[in-house]
């Protein structure tokens, strides 16, 4: 960027200086500078130097760049470039910090963090308070005050007793004293002559506040060697007891660096395994058919009724926990697929007074598509969902337990966390699947923890001597950050849902991401998605840029929604060839059991769940028929020969004798007692049974009494009374009050229509291509009506022009005559005031039909609506 003949004064300055370009790329990194849109350019500077604005925009930093920002908040206001350098690089001039610096200060120019030219550089007055050290708020760089700072309440005497003990000639006044005392200390061969002469204590105590933090603990009367630091100003008093390195002489000390640990690149993502594609993908699709198969486990086994919600929302431990052994799996993974069913819309709460879990409409839906289809589904539920399932069992800031279901269990950069995740498995070969411990660092480099970073962190006090400069578990603190713990999450749920294989991302997970599969190849695992190859900004003199092959367009950032389901739609027709077909067939067994090789079709699979019970699952799923199960199926409706036609039709083997005998066995029994409700009784035309049935002692329960010789009463509502009865062998039927068997039938349970969990965004949106164009105009247009002359006096402070009707007309008449171009105060129909640029087509009926230069289009506006005019002046 060419340095303007007149030097910005402030950031409104410089923001008008940027291109429409430029401008759109602040607005997109920034989204919350446009919520609303400003009036100008001096109302977008005011709003990107607010204190929560400022923050946000520093948390999105990558190490480097934050590294940056931090070495300007602790040099000069304005620094120079050459100044920034060496803080950051240090006097050997490291020559990775000076190719990589040039990009670093583009991207905080970029972001409205740093404006001004190379010889005038500033960082906003927000972030430099936010960075800068203080008593209470120590820089992360581990520096102190000035000089200057340091000796700002000092007495005039006791600061030439420091010069005059420093070698330094004695001064007129305590500015040019403290002038003096700082030229020294930044002066590399001086100081080191000084250095020389001190006590090997002395030095011991100056190593141990080079790297912060720099303030330490000093009796009143101080050693020999610390009162030869202190006479010197190599120590400067702050409070009783306490004193400071001051920054010039940590910095000589430093060799001139700001930082201990300057990360100019990103860490690489290392490959821990390398497979072949073909083996990453058949891995990842049985894995994504394994999710299918739980998914309908959990809602079928939730089918009449799921368990009850808690008072305070979300499932009980104790139904967690049934859950889990129902699927047979640990509680986290069973928290991990009722989170995703719940977040596909598949499973919501029934809101009645008995309030319950249970499948929703759309899970029916659900079952009748495609394998693929459905899978999908799943996979963009996950990926979008800001619902973190591996919170459940966690507690909330008021010290509760965070439940599966429950509230408390969204997190903002879920999403972005994992889209991040899987854009750092795309940029390795395919077929490579990376350590964790080098995602979790790039991420961290990306994303660090501001404060944290490089172990700057000054976190603790000095001892009685001085203080030690240990940093303290700035990686420890880094591995229990939100970010890393939501990137280990997303490694194991991406493999459980078949989004990966084997580690590697698959190419199902690939066209999800919507990256394009031809442009992701082999790579050295950090190039492909690496923030410092891409240039926000010009480099500096002879700087040339890297060039990275194989690089996924999008860099895996997430999609608009309408992008994000064709690339679902994608990743359905990849995985569809490589999920089994469904079987239309089981093989019998002599055993009371069926196998079915593979999935079975819906109507089979759906039969054979009522018919039998699961037995073992896996490759092949193991069914097994008892008297329970047979029973079952002729509660639903079926008779023995619809049972014995059924399995005939759908086994490859002949239908085992022993389980013909079963069904005509249970089927000759079943019906033979009638259950129906008196409070409830029980009807056979076979009062031998009746009499068989009250000499049993297990029927005590049921306080049976006979009424007519084919009929006993109880006392036991008739639900109690058929499980009694089965329970002692027998094989009861329910009735109507017209006496015909009531006929039970499963997947009875569906909840009112409900939609899936809205995410809970990470701030506002990022916006899109016309929105910002949009912006743009309207704050240009709004900054020209603010700053451009005008013909006529302007009101004071930005006001609306307030003119008669009569000049309003007159005005507006003449400008549609001469093609001038009006600034005019306009009042909506709500009230809401604002500053238009028009230029007048005509006027007629009590309007004015112009062209909006604030909205870039032809409006008409009631001439009562406006508060007044202004011509602009020519120029």
């Given at each position: 960027m060419s340095t303007p003949a007149t030097p910005p004064r402030s950031l409104a300055e410089a923001l008008r200086t940027r291109d429409d370009a430029s401008l759109a790329a602040l607005l997109r990194s920034r989204p919350d500078l446009i919520t609303p849109v400003p009036t100008d350019l001096t109302q977008l500077a005011t709003r990107a130097g607010t204190r929560g604005s400022v923050v946000r925009a520093l948390e999105r930093l990558d190490r480097f760049a934050l590294q940056t920002a931090e070495a300007l908040a602790v040099a000069s206001d304005p620094a120079s470039y050459d100044e920034l350098l060496a803080l950051m690089a240090g006097d050997r001039r490291d020559p990775a910090v000076v190719h990589a610096l040039p990009r670093a200060l583009a991207a905080l120019r970029e972001q409205a963090l740093v404006w001004g030219a190379d010889d005038r550089l500033r960082l906003v007055r927000t972030a430099r308070e936010l960075l800068a050290p203080s008593p209470q708020h120590p820089s992360p760089t581990g520096l102190g005050p000035t000089v200057a700072e340091a000796t700002a309440g000092m007495s005039p005497g006791r600061i030439q007793e420091i010069v005059t003990a420093a070698g330094l000639p004695s001064t007129h006044d305590p500015v040019s004293a403290v002038a003096s005392l700082t030229k020294l200390f930044t002066a590399r061969r001086r100081m080191k002559t000084l250095l020389a002469g001190a006590p090997e204590e002395s030095l011991e105590v100056l190593n141990r506040l080079v790297w912060g933090p720099p303030y330490g603990q000093v009796t009143a009367d101080p050693a020999p060697w610390l009162r030869w630091l202190i006479d010197r100003g190599l120590l400067l008093p702050t409070a009783p007891g306490t004193v400071v390195l001051p920054r010039e002489v940590a910095l000589h000390l430093r060799a001139g660096r700001a930082h201990r640990e300057v990360e100019p690149v990103a860490p690489a993502v290392e490959a821990k395994a390398t497979h072949r594609p073909q083996v990453v993908d058949t891995t990842a699709a049985g894995q994504a058919y394994t999710a299918l198969a739980t998914v309908e486990e959990l809602l079928k086994d939730w089918d009449e009724g799921g368990p009850a919600v808690m008072r305070a929302g979300g499932l009980s431990v104790r139904d967690l926990k049934r859950t889990a052994v129902a699927l047979d799996v640990a509680e986290p993974v069973a928290a991990f697929w009722v989170e995703l069913a719940y977040a596909a819309g598949l499973l919501a709460s029934d809101g009645d007074a008995d309030e319950r879990y249970a499948a929703t409409p759309a899970y029916d839906e659900w079952l009748d598509q495609p394998a693929a289809q459905r899978w999908a589904r799943l996979a963009e539920a996950w990926l979008t969902a800001t619902r973190t399932s591996g919170l459940v069992g966690g507690r909330d800031a008021k010290d509760r337990t965070l439940s599966a279901l429950g509230p408390g269990l969204d997190r903002s950069a879920a999403p972005e966390v994992r889209h991040r995740v899987l854009g750092l498995l795309a940029g390795l070969p395919e077929g490579a699947s990376p350590s964790a411990e080098s995602v979790l660092a790039r991420l961290r480099w990306e994303r660090p923890v501001r404060g944290a970073g490089g172990g700057q962190r000054s976190t603790g006090g000095a001892g009685s001597t001085a203080g030690s400069a240990e940093g303290?578990?700035?990686?420890?603190?880094?591995?229990?950050?939100?970010?890393?713990?939501?990137?280990?999450?997303?490694?194991?749920?991406?493999?459980?849902?078949?989004?990966?294989?084997?580690?590697?991302?698959?190419?199902?997970?690939?066209?999800?991401?919507?990256?394009?599969?031809?442009?992701?190849?082999?790579?050295?695992?950090?190039?492909?998605?690496?923030?410092?190859?891409?240039?926000?900004?010009?480099?500096?003199?002879?700087?040339?840029?890297?060039?990275?092959?194989?690089?996924?367009?999008?860099?895996?950032?997430?999609?608009?929604?309408?992008?994000?389901?064709?690339?679902?739609?994608?990743?359905?027709?990849?995985?569809?060839?490589?999920?089994?077909?469904?079987?239309?067939?089981?093989?019998?067994?002599?055993?009371?059991?069926?196998?079915?090789?593979?999935?079975?079709?819906?109507?089979?699979?759906?039969?054979?769940?009522?018919?039998?019970?699961?037995?073992?699952?896996?490759?092949?799923?193991?069914?097994?028929?008892?008297?329970?199960?047979?029973?079952?199926?002729?509660?639903?409706?079926?008779?023995?020969?619809?049972?014995?036609?059924?399995?005939?039709?759908?086994?490859?083997?002949?239908?085992?004798?022993?389980?013909?005998?079963?069904?005509?066995?249970?089927?000759?029994?079943?019906?033979?007692?009638?259950?129906?409700?008196?409070?409830?009784?029980?009807?056979?035309?076979?009062?031998?049974?009746?009499?068989?049935?009250?000499?049993?002692?297990?029927?005590?329960?049921?306080?049976l009494r006979r009424l007519a010789p084919t009929v006993l009463a109880a006392q036991a509502d008739p639900a109690a009374l058929l499980d009694g009865l089965r329970a002692m062998g027998f094989a009861p039927a329910a009735e109507s009050a017209e006496g015909d068997v009531v006929i039970t039938r499963a997947h009875a349970r569906r909840t009112p229509p409900r939609t899936a969990p809205d995410p809970v965004p990470d701030g506002p949106p990022t916006p899109d291509t016309t929105l910002l164009s949009a912006a743009i105009r309207a704050i240009r247009a709004g900054d020209r009506a603010s700053t451009t002359p005008l013909k006529t006096t302007t009101p004071p402070n930005g006001e609306l022009p307030r003119t008669s009707s009569a000049e309003t007309l007159a005005t507006v008449q003449a400008a549609v005559l001469t093609g001038t171009t009006l600034w005019i105060g306009y009042v909506n129909a709500e009230g809401a005031a604002s500053q238009r640029v028009i230029a007048p087509i005509r006027v007629e009926g009590g309007f004015v039909t112009a062209y909006d230069h604030t909205a870039d289009e032809v409006r008409t506006y009631p001439l009562h609506r406006v508060t007044g005019v202004a011509e602009l002046a020519e120029d």
């Open positions: 303290a578990g700035a990686g420890a603190q880094a591995d229990d950050d939100l970010r890393s713990r939501l990137a280990r999450w997303t490694l194991g749920e991406a493999e459980m849902l078949g989004v990966t294989g084997r580690g590697a991302l698959s190419r199902q997970g690939r066209a999800l991401l919507g990256l394009g599969l031809e442009s992701v190849g082999a790579g050295d695992g950090a190039n492909p998605s690496d923030p410092s190859a891409s240039s926000t900004g010009p480099s500096g003199p002879g700087d040339k840029l890297p060039v990275h092959h194989h690089r996924p367009p999008t860099h895996a950032d997430p999609l608009s929604p309408a992008e994000q389901a064709a690339a679902s739609a994608a990743a359905a027709r990849i995985l569809a060839p490589l999920l089994p077909e469904p079987l239309d067939h089981v093989l019998l067994q002599a055993d009371l059991t069926a196998v079915a090789p593979g999935p079975l079709e819906r109507p089979l699979a759906d039969m054979l769940d009522v018919l039998a019970d699961v037995e073992s699952k896996g490759g092949a799923t193991v069914y097994r028929f008892t008297p329970g199960s047979v029973r079952r199926a002729l509660d639903a409706g079926r008779s023995a020969s619809d049972l014995h036609d059924f399995l005939t039709a759908h086994s490859r083997t002949p239908v085992p004798q022993p389980l013909a005998y079963l069904i005509d066995d249970v089927a000759r029994r079943h019906g033979h007692l009638r259950i129906g409700a008196a409070s409830a009784y029980v009807r056979c035309d076979d009062d031998a049974v009746l009499s068989e049935i009250l000499a049993d002692k297990r029927s005590a329960g049921l306080r």
